[in-house]
């Protein structure tokens, strides 16, 4: 098989247009979906939550967070696990992986501890019509669940997850941040697909390189979803940073006929950067997510957004919303390397958008920049 030979531009462009974040915006939220393959829940709202930052940054002003809701409560569009919402034909991709969960020891002697317990949880469930919060399961478990972090003796809630990762109760919906738990066959639909874990581990990697357009084809292990491919897509060397790479071949043809970007300003969860080390090798983009550092220790900022311009990540928004006051505080732009005009307007403009969007006016404390 043929090495594609890459130089750094084509690489990142490769990326960019990838995630959907070149100027031919998708126009509707679940073919963006089915695109990316996922959106991150994660409840940090500095800006916005997450899964709706990211949906703006493609979709732009004429996305609402309504519409993610309809699509993951009413019309089962989407499904969300272990974090992640995914499109619902992607629910044969992961059967393999629950019908095989849990791989590690201690959940499953914890799971046969408390044999009882899981019984009484999925009956609970069975026999309500509504879905329910973690809240409103008791807790009959035999043996607590042991943690040095935040899960120490939260069984209900760690039942839950189980039972969610190994398919047999589903997330329903939310009420805030709370998720409603039910029985899975009311939320997923029958399967008509059987793949083996080989058979569905390989799709998924496939799916994986075509929303990433470029990754390693083999890296550290990441939280939630793997950052690497195994063998998809055809193999790539990229000029200037070691080998390893895998491509996909579409988007890689696609960027060759023609290529042109846009600004945006993106989540620290976007997947053009979360994986740290790739946006450090391809587009030379050092970040740190600060939101855990004392205040004094931050360079970028609490929930600093990083700056898209063209096939560049050029700097990093430190910027907050503050609803009670109705403004989008931006208190600094840091430029990894100074602006110019076209890029400072840009910028300027999708800050703009971004509290238009948001339904804030926008906020500069003291001196701009």
Known sequence: MTVHELDAATARRVAVRAQMLDAERPTELLAMVEQLTLLQVDPTA???PNADLV????????????????ALEHDRALFELDALIRPIGDLP?????????????????????????????LRRLEASTEPLPSREIEDTSVVPWQSTGWTH??????????????????????????RLFTIADRVYPADTASLTFEQATGARNERRLAALGIARAKSTKMPLEPVDVGEAGEPAVVEGVPGGWR??????????????????????????????????????????????KPA?????????????????????????????????????????????????????????CLAEWLGLDVERPGPER
């Open 93 to 121: 991709l992961f059967r393999a992986e629950m019908a095989a969960w849990p791989s590690w020891d201690r959940a499953q002697d914890w799971l046969e501890q408390n044999a009882a317990f899981r019984r009484d949880v």
């Open 153 to 178: 003796n939260r069984n209900v809630g760690r039942m839950l997850e189980y039972l969610a990762l190994q398919g047999e109760i589903a997330i329903a919906g939310r009420r805030g941040r709370e």
């Open 296 to 352: 004094a220790k931050r360079r970028w900022g609490y929930f600093a957004l990083p700056i898209l311009h063209g096939d560049r990540l050029v700097g990093k928004l430190d910027a907050v919303a503050d609803r009670k006051r109705g403004v989008l505080v931006v208190n600094a732009i840091h430029e990894d390397a100074a602006f110019d005009r076209a890029t400072r307007a840009a910028v300027d403009a999708e800050i703009g």
């Open 55 to 70: 949906a703006f940054t493609r979709l732009g002003a004429s996305y609402s967070p309504a519409d993610l809701v309809r």
């Open 247 to 292: 491509v996909d071949p579409v988007v890689l043809d696609e960027v060759r006929s023609g290529f042109a970007g846009r600004t945006a300003l993106l989540s620290p969860f976007d997947r053009l950067v979360y994986d740290r080390l790739r946006a450090q090798q391809l587009f030379d983009f050092e970040y740190t997510l600060e939101m855990y």
């Open 46 to 48: 500095a800006i916005a």
